[in-house]
Nanobody
Framework: QVHVVETGGDSVQSGGSLTLSCITS????????IGWFRQAPGKEREGVARLGTTKSDTYYVDSVKGRFTVSQDVGERTQYLHMTNLQPEDTAMYFC????????????????????WGQGTQVTVSS
């Protein structure tokens, strides 16, 4: 069973930065498809980022392009979401989701349909 734990959420001022961590366990890390999502109060959960095998294969939702970056430490079985120039509209609960790679491409949609989710970590940005 794949387990994920998100850490790093905090309250920051507009323009600030945070790095979230997604710590995985329970399966071989390089066999995992991992993505980042967020959900603000009263809104649907949206896919934020997914690290691909290449830069061109890495996905970011338009609203975070140029501000958020995904990276990983394979040895630590951890993926990171580096967030800069945070804005109040980035306020949300941030989640990490992971699924075992199979014949289905690793996409945000695939993760939404079936994945193991963490409890989330709260990011609050004040103006």
């Amino acid at each position: 069973q794949v387990h994920v734990v998100e850490t790093g959420g905090d309250s920051v001022q507009s323009g600030g930065s945070l790095t979230l961590s997604c710590i995985t366990s329970g399966y071989t890390y390089d066999r995992l498809c991992i993505g980042w999502f967020r959900q603000a109060p009263g809104k649907e959960r949206e896919g934020v980022a997914r690290l691909g095998t290449t830069k061109s294969d890495t996905y970011y939702v338009d609203s975070v392009k140029g501000r958020f970056t995904v990276s990983q430490d394979v040895g630590e079985r951890t993926q990171y979401l580096h967030m800069t120039n945070l804005q109040p509209e980035d306020t949300a609960m941030y989640f990490c989701a992971a699924r075992i790679r199979d014949n289905i491409p690793c996409t945000i949609m695939a993760l939404k349909s079936e994945a193991n989710w963490g409890q989330g970590t709260q990011v609050t940005v004040s103006s």
